[in-house]
């Protein structure tokens, strides 16, 4: 089993920014995947980012150029800088850990990303 721990959402003012963290724990393997997803009210969960291990990354075409994804190896521990942000970023976004030895994913609890006046 993998633990996964996210904070840094809240309130932000359009062009704002916020950094989102996770942290994962447990079990722990050196073939991982770890990403953000996000699901706004009425629409279905998407991805925004990941990274692998080795730091292949992916984005979403909708955040290039303002959100940063990065992580921590040694804490095990993925970040998401989210700057320009829009009102239509506002979402629930979610820590994503993809084992790839095992084909399991691991998802947090969300946290909520307001982008509002």
């Known amino acids: 089993q993998v633990q996964l721990v996210e904070s840094g959402g809240g309130l932000v003012q359009p062009g704002g920014s916020l950094r989102l963290s996770c942290a994962a724990s447990?079990?722990?393997?050196?073939?991982?995947?770890m990403g953000w997803y996000r699901q706004a009210p009425g629409k279905e969960r998407e991805l925004v980012a990941s990274i692998s291990r080795l730091g292949n990354i992916i984005y979403a075409d909708f955040v290039k150029g303002r959100f940063t994804i990065s992580r921590d190896n040694a804490k095990n521990t993925v970040y998401l800088q989210m700057n320009s942000l829009k009102t239509e970023d506002t979402a629930v976004y979610y820590c994503n850990y993809y084992d790839y030895a095992y084909d399991i994913d691991y998802w947090g609890k969300g946290t909520l990303v307001t982008v509002s006046l």
């Open positions: 447990g079990r722990i393997f050196s073939s991982n995947g």
